[in-house]
């Protein structure tokens, strides 16, 4: 390991001060708390957001369970009648330019699109939804949790089915249609499939309302929002169909969408033991999900796994973030595994050395920006998908400091968005829901914090 992080303590030696931070990312999430599910700040993120709702769903799990179900329970309240669950569900009491795109952008919704009148966008965001659902479900044995789930599962498992058959591509992956439905929106590995994409900036710089709450150095670029809006309006324009996906101006195969699918489906197994149902398909299509992310997507040369443009077929070499959370799937090629652990330790990711957290991108790449979004900041929400994984590979050790530095990248700096890597200072949004919600997670587990000696 190269030079030196803070040795993790272990759970007696910073009790007090855990348990402050622990309160107020308890007070984080009950301020972002808006009656029936959680905004992810209220500034930047008026409204309700898909895989963010997966991740505040755990930490709720150790504060209330009733609210972490109520929170997934919403999010799947706006689940489209084709299955797919929502990117954004919008708050019908927050007014239409708080946010950009806000709802009026997205319309048209098709006639199998949300319920009634729910206003939400026609993308979609990684599936968490049924890891989350069982982390939950693990604080909460019992009748109730049996209620809730029997309820939820068939939700989840349409999403997944939207996902398998409507998204499916050549090799056999999920594809996304959208920068946005990565959720790492503004990766360097949008970068080559986005040139292609021609949008005039127009009247981009007067809609956009991030900047009002968010440095401009920090954000994506005037450009990177006039194709976002080209690729969103196009998908709209054709009704959302899922035809001919690689004909869309946007389409590639993502490493940490594949890799959580696989995970979750794995869950909606397991859930489905939990209720008295047949999980056998769950298992099948995670395998064979798996198979095809282990074959297409792992690029040995990169020692990690890499997206595909799904629209020429080839793969985009860039170390990201996304690409390591295949961590946490089960039964790793013991290679993949071995190549994982020495470039997230090594000079690229630095974990358990010089890195804070884990950065979203390769920190030895030419086009690195510390501060600008999912450009290398490190984040807790995908940190703690990190640290998942190296708890699932054995790694207590290094878990344990992960889950100390990211512990400390809060505690010092705040609840916020994101992070730079090497400082810790705070960046993006504050008083940020997934970073109060892990936080919490990552303290209320009882063997996070093995003695390192
Ligand atoms: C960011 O994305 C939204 C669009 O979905 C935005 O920039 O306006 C991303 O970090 C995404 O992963 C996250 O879910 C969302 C809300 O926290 O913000």
Redesign the pocket.
Known sequence: MAESTPVPAGPGEHAEADDRLRRQAVATLMSNWRGASTV?TSTL?PHQ?S??SAFIAIGLARVSVRRAYAELASLHGAQWADGRVP??VFNRGVAEDAYFPGPAFWRPLPADGPPGDVATTGLV?PPMHAAAALAVAARSPGRDARTALRRLYPRLAAYHDYLFTRRLVQPGLAAIVHP?ES???NSPAWDGPLRAVQAPVGDIPRLRR?LLHAGAAHRPTDQDYARYLHIAAHYRDRGYADTDLTGLPFCVVDPLFNALLAWSERALAELAGFLGLPGDRHLDRAGALEQALHRHLFDARLGCYVALDARTGERIPRRTVGGLVPLVLPGLPADHRDALLATLTGPAFGVGGRARGVPSYDLTAPDLDLHR??RGPAWINTSWLVWQGLRRAGQDELAARLARSMVRLVSEAGFREYFDPLTGQGLGASDFSWSAALAIDVLDTPDAWIEVV
């Open positions: 992810p993120y957001w895989w963010d990117q954004i965001q946005w959720g790492l929106d991030d979004y999912w």
